[in-house]
């Protein structure tokens, strides 16, 4: 392949931002090339499948099989084909803000870090806790996780809005049910390719000593970074490192990050009211339901789509939830 003769080439690696660039394009192909070359190839044993059945030579249940093979390689194209956003294969950070209820919210938020922690482990993602403000008694008041990997983010932003938990509280010694409401965002991580401008004139900094983990420094020292951008409103904070430059060279990236996923969405919002048939998304809305008593059921509200498996969503297992979001919304 032509492109990828280029990579061999003695100066290709002389501007190494140009390089970077160069291969991540070269890699978005090859993903729908492998892809593509997946369903030919199932297709030409669904053909091969459908004469030997024809002539006798291949039972019912062999041949559905070859066939169910053609439709998901099929189905994951489809799917695939709906996270052709420019923002779409980028990492993300996500942001987990519990919701007013005390305790119980904040154990709800934390129930939610561990989701999308789990999440990102089943797809080989590197998580970055960027930020972490710990609950009063228990779970935490607020969080932001970076995501890193290929399509993160075209896969996360399904899970912007209002999730509501309904069940027994393991905080009542009544062993009440309660109802909590946590608020998740993601946003896309800006790369050397987007760029943002910002007026420093705009930009208001505060240095804080850090709440989590990390040892004397992290506590005794005011490392951890709080900034507010003065046209947006947006508060952005970060202590993810002992050294405070660091951690404002990220708040920055973060702050860039958001003000990007804002400019999207009046993209989007733009769009929606143009095309006026589609179905508007209400970002900030609710979206979906967990509920473990009386009865065990997860629903999203968007889609419809729900599962009684409650167990498996909250470790993690959400393929089906942000499939189902991504062919109802998502880009054709």
Request: proline content about 2%; hydrophobic content about 35%.
């Amino acid at each position: 392949m032509e492109n990828e003769q280029k990579t061999l080439a003695s100066n290709f690696w002389d501007n190494p931002k140009d390089a970077e660039i160069f291969l991540k394009k070269l890699s978005e192909k090859k993903s729908w090339i492998t892809r593509f070359d997946k369903v030919s190839l199932a297709m030409d044993e669904l053909d091969v499948a459908f004469e030997f059945y024809s002539g006798g030579e291949m039972d019912q249940e062999e041949f559905d099989q070859v066939y169910l093979t053609a439709e998901k390689a099929i189905e994951d194209l489809e799917f695939f084909n709906m996270l052709s956003g420019e923002e779409d294969k980028l990492s993300a950070i996500i942001t987990i803000n519990s919701g007013a209820g005390g305790t119980e919210s904040q154990d709800w938020a934390e129930m939610l870090m561990r989701m999308y922690m789990r999440w990102a482990e089943r797809n080989e993602l590197k998580v970055t806790e960027l930020d972490l403000q710990e609950g009063d008694v228990a779970g935490i008041k607020s969080c932001s996780l970076e995501i890193e990997g290929d399509y993160a983010f075209g896969y996360l932003k399904s899970e912007s809005g209002v999730h509501r938990l309904v069940r027994l509280s393991p905080f009542d010694a009544n062993e009440r049910r309660h109802t909590s409401f946590a608020s998740v965002y993601a946003y896309p991580v800006v790369d050397d390719n987007i760029d943002i401008v910002l007026n420093p004139s705009d930009l208001d900094w505060d240095t804080f000593r850090s709440s989590g983990p990390g040892g004397q420094n992290v506590n005794k020292v005011e490392t951890a970074v709080r900034v507010r951008h003065a046209p947006s409103g947006i508060v952005v904070e970060c202590q993810v490192t002992r050294s405070q430059q660091q951690n404002r060279e990220k708040a920055i990236q973060m702050l860039k990050s958001q003000l990007y996923e804002v400019e999207l969405r009046k993209k989007r919002e733009a769009i929606d009211a143009i095309e006026s048939s589609k179905k508007k998304i209400e970002w900030g809305s609710q979206i979906r339901s967990y509920v473990l008593h009386p009865y065990k059921m997860v629903k999203d509200v968007r889609t419809g789509h729900e599962t009684s498996n409650t167990q498996a969503v909250l470790d993690g297992d959400l393929h089906d939830f942000i499939k189902a979001y991504l062919m109802e919304f998502g880009r054709s």
